[in-house]
């Protein structure tokens, strides 16, 4: 039982370039989101989804898209990476409203 | 919209207790929820309160008052790997809306 697993772990992108972030879990969860983490700004929510082919905007959406066709996988794309993305992203699952569980996150630096 | 207030940072003595207060302006939210995260890791769930009342988990605790908006999480005999922050959230229709953190500094 692996959790939840992101892929990948670092990256470093040229502004422009785009790149997907893959988000898997095993553990048949409803509920994942994605979140960017910032020096003093907490977790923010990008964007989510309450199951298999729906997905719901969250407090920060803009520049980024989101898929989830499999009810394991959750995609984030970058279509045009601008140097504000650079950050921390988390991924998560949960069952329901409670307990999310978080990977590992993917450092993702933009120059 | 939606708020949520925490002190920034809190030093506390190693053994000794600890409380990190959360205040937020929201409503019609399901509950509470507070995660820990060390540096470098991933945020990990610590306790949920979906009703008015204490909740305790072994060494930490948590609390909940809907009428105040405040809730808190209570660390008992602080041990150093306690070092990390700690975040508050309020959990509201289908997503969950994190506070900035606190970050705790535990001395020996």
């Known amino acids: 039982n692996a959790g939840v697993t992101q892929t990948p772990k670092f990256r470093v992108l040229k502004t422009g370039q785009s790149m997907t972030l893959l988000c898997a879990q095993d553990?048949?969860?409803?509920?994942m989101y994605w979140y960017r983490q910032d020096p003093g700004m907490g977790l923010r929510l990008i964007h989510y989804?309450?199951?298999?082919?729906?997905?719901a905007k969250g407090e920060v959406p803009d520049g980024y898209n989101v898929s989830r066709l499999k009810k394991q996988n959750f995609l984030l794309g970058l279509e045009s990476a601008a140097p504000s993305q650079t950050s921390v992203y988390f991924c998560?699952?949960?069952?329901?409203?409670?307990?999310?569980?978080f990977g590992p996150g993917t450092r993702l630096t933009v120059t | 919209g939606q708020s949520l207030e925490q002190p920034s940072e809190v030093t506390a003595v190693e053994g000794a207790i600890v409380q990190i207060n959360c205040t937020y302006q929201?409503?019609?939210?399901?509950?509470l929820s507070w995660y820990q995260q060390h540096d470098g890791g991933a945020p990990t769930f610590l306790s949920y309160?979906?009703?008015?009342g204490l909740e305790e988990t072994g060494r930490f605790s948590s609390f909940l008052s809907r009428s105040d908006s405040y809730g808190y999480l209570l660390l008992q005999e602080l041990q150093m790997k306690d070092s990390a922050s700690y975040f508050c959230?309020?959990?509201?229709?289908?997503?969950?809306?994190f506070g900035k953190g606190t970050r705790l500094h535990i001395l020996p």
């Open positions: 553990m048949n969860h409803e509920y």
């Open positions: 929201t409503s019609g939210f399901y509950g």
């Open positions: 309160n979906a009703l008015d």
């Open positions: 998560a699952s949960s069952y329901g409203r409670d307990e999310q569980y």
């Open positions: 989804s309450v199951g298999e082919g729906t997905t």
């Open positions: 959230a309020v959990n509201r229709d289908d997503k969950i809306i």
